[in-house]
């Protein structure tokens, strides 16, 4: 089993920054995609940028040029980095892992944006 855990939300102003940290623990082994979803109230869980081992990225339309993730040195640890925030980007973000054909989750952690 692989355990997830984030950290980092809270309540920021429109134009602001925030940073989200996820470790993955337990069975770890190649930890093949690290990522953060979303979801806000109302509406789908959705993507919102994930990274594989490899080093490849991918974002979603609405975040480009805003938001950042990268991968600590460790590996186990992915980084969200979200600059120039907007309302519309207040949501519950989920940590994922895909490893070995087996999907994990973190319990999340609340943004809201909001002035």
């Known amino acids: 089993q692989v355990q997830v855990v984030e950290s980092g939300g809270g309540l920021v102003q429109p134009g602001g920054s925030l940073r989200l940290s996820c470790t993955a623990s337990?069975?770890?082994?190649?930890?093949?995609?690290m990522g953060w979803y979303r979801q806000a109230p109302g509406k789908q869980r959705e993507l919102v940028a994930v990274t594989t081992s490899g080093g490849t990225t991918n974002y979603t339309d609405s975040v480009k040029g805003r938001f950042t993730i990268s991968r600590g040195n460790a590996k186990n640890t992915v980084y969200l980095q979200m600059n120039s925030l907007k309302p519309e980007d207040t949501a519950v973000y989920y940590c994922?892992?895909?490893?070995?054909?087996?999907?994990?989750w973190g319990q999340g952690t609340q943004v809201t944006v909001s002035s």
């Open positions: 994922y892992v895909y490893q070995s054909g087996a999907n994990y």
């Open positions: 337990g069975s770890i082994f190649t930890l093949d995609v």
